[in-house]
């Protein structure tokens, strides 16, 4: 771990994950009446995302809302697995590759992580939706907990879910280091898939934005596996090819 080129590519690596993910913080606000004009903006008086229909006045509001959210209680306990994701997943998670000397595993998950964001981006700012917050806040702990959640991560950037795409990410990973973190592994595996139910049970996203971020982590993972690791495709039990 002492060669200089991995620790260049290493801290590389930590620096693109954070720049992505300020990338989604600089883009997770309403849309100003200049951008994409003809399309949609952010109208004040809903506090929606908003579509002219064809006539002056009228509009609809992009939200992916479907019947079954409409029966999803607001559950605020889940607001520790959601916080707890700023830590696990893009720094503990790649990480735990590196405690067992396995840098190209630390590049799938780092890279993974770095154009799944990027896919996400080109979503939110080509269709930038709204989860519109209708709970009250309990007071409390896990009322301040949702608080400032609410406070520093706004309703905009919804479908895909970047919490789903980055938790799908962090438990692939997890699922392959289970045989040498036996414990943690798995207690990390069960900690962050309560993520998902969180982002629609805290009214971050609707059940579309979860699925798609599912589908946009297992894509990426796996292809950027492929492209780094390239690993050799055989039936068990037989030998791989030379």
Known sequence: MGNPKKIVTIALVYIGIALVFYSYVK?????TSERWSSYYAWDPVSKALVQPLGTDGAYQTFILKSWLDEKIPFVPVLSLPYVSFLILVPIVVPAL??????????????????????????????????????????SGFFGWTVGMVWGNDQPFNGYPSGHCTWTMIAILALWRLRHRFVKTAWILMVWLALVFPATVMLQQHYL????????????????VMFLVERPSLVPRGEPALK
């Open 208 to 223: 579309m934005d979860v699925y798609a971020g599912m589908f946009v982590g297992f894509a990426t993972y796996w292809g």
């Open 97 to 138: 590759n590196l405690i067992v000397r396995s840098m190209k595993r630390f590049l799938t998950v780092g890279i993974a992580l770095i154009v799944s964001q990027l896919f996400l981006d080109l979503a939110y700012w080509l269709f930038q939706t709204n989860v519109p917050r209708t709970a009250e806040l309990p």
């Open 27 to 31: 883009m997770n606000f309403a849309p």
